[in-house]
């Protein structure tokens, strides 16, 4: 059984998966002013067609123990392929992406990724 983080820290069935596998960042030193890009998911958990215009946002988890993340980054805008980490200190970061449908559900999370900001 697969269960997946929800808003208001309910836990749930997932609802839709990520498609994305791989996340690309181009880093280039400290500030937490790299750039983060996906390929946004194309299908729900059950095989369905997922529209983009269906995706309403996408939450980054982050932290800088593998599995542990302390901090996220709601992007709020469904339509992006990319982000910006903000402020986040330099250092070693490992991160996860999920999707958020206009329904306000969240998937699972994606690959984790690990960084250096």
Known sequence: MIIVRMTGLQWFKPLFVLSFILLLF???GGGGSSPLSWT???ERADGTALALSEIAAYRVYYGTVKGQYTGTLL???GSVDDAKL???PAGKYFI???TIDTDDRESIYSNEVEVNL
Do not use: K
Request: proline residues 13%; hydrophobic residues 35%; aromatic residues 0%.
């Open 26 to 28: 181009a880093c280039s």
């Open 40 to 42: 946004p998911p194309s």
């Open 75 to 77: 992007i709020e805008d």
């Open 86 to 88: 903000g402020e986040i």
């Open 96 to 98: 996860v992406v999920t």
